[in-house]
């Protein structure tokens, strides 16, 4: 018995390892060799199709918005298409050894479908990522605030952002969270400054100071500016303050610094005009009892 078995054995290993068969084997190794190479081929053609494609002219019209967007698409059209090319390239591999691959194209529409109901929060990920991009209101770069984290977003994936913070802190957040958020890259923002008088002090003096120094700080920084400041007056009235605000419009990303070199110059001109800038306090009325 085990002497037909090995016969049997042997005359299996022989028949793999005929010549035939070894040439058949052969052909099909230089086959999948081929397909590897040509996938490659075709993905570096792609990726440099899809980035020259999206890359803007430095010369060109609105550069800076078209270089972010290019710097957000990018890396996720590339990404698509390696899956798309590994899939065609991966049957093609399966179906040269053999490998019934009408079977594998079917039920992969099946499995999907069981995928997508067992995780609907996937889905939901790729489908809002896939209208926020595509809306272009948020792009590689940008500075944004999403829900209590706020910081530059520094890659935009197929489900999620990632999202470096000031203090290098990196935060991913699936779309699916982005329920809202502020994007400080979009046009405009303005400078902002709110500053206390004492109630002893002329408020109309405090407001024609603050009128003055914002006045000089936009002419010293015009390729910033784009509309003249506004000191919009008393804004409410504090326990110990009387307070004013002076705003500026200004361009994206730009605010921070202009409201940090405002404050210095109220501080100072401030002081130099003897106005004060009150700290809180409090009145206490003594009493003394009747004996």
Aim: no cysteine.
């Amino acid at each position: 018995m085990f002497t037909q078995y090995m016969n049997s054995f042997w005359k299996a290993v022989l028949s793999i390892f005929s010549p035939e068969n070894l040439i058949l084997w052969w052909g099909k190794f230089i086959t999948i060799i081929i397909i590897l190479v040509v996938a490659k081929i075709a993905l570096s053609v792609i990726n440099k199709l899809i980035e020259k494609s999206l890359t803007p002219l430095k010369k060109s019209k609105n550069y800076q918005k078209r270089i972010s967007r290019a710097n957000t698409l990018i890396p996720l059209l590339q990404s698509i298409s390696k899956y798309v090319i590994y899939f065609i390239s991966g049957v093609m591999v399966l179906r040269e050894l053999g490998v019934d691959t009408t079977a594998i194209i079917a039920s992969a529409g099946v499995v999907g479908l069981a995928i997508g109901f067992g995780a609907q929060s996937l889905v939901k990920d790729v489908l809002s990522g896939a209208f926020l991009l595509f809306e272009g209101i948020i792009s590689v770069g940008d500075s944004v605030n999403i829900g209590e984290h706020s910081g530059t977003v520094e890659v935009i994936g197929l489900r999620n952002i990632h999202l470096r913070k000031f203090s290098g802190e990196l935060r991913v957040i699936p779309f699916g969270e982005v329920a809202s958020f502020g994007n400080f890259n979009k046009e405009f923002m303005r400078a902002i400054v709110e500053v206390g008088v004492a109630y002893e002090q002329d408020v109309e003096k405090g407001m024609k100071t603050l009128e003055e120094i914002a006045n000089k700080w936009a002419e010293e920084n015009k390729d910033i500016v784009l509309e003249p400041p506004i000191v919009q007056g008393v804004l409410s009235l504090g326990f110990s303050e009387v307070t004013l605000r002076v705003a500026i419009k200004v361009k994206p990303m730009t605010h921070w610094g202009a409201e940090r070199e405002l404050k210095k110059r109220i501080k100072d001109t401030f002081d130099k005009e003897g106005i004060e800038i009150p700290f809180p306090r409090q009145v206490v009325y003594l009493r003394r009892e009747k004996k």
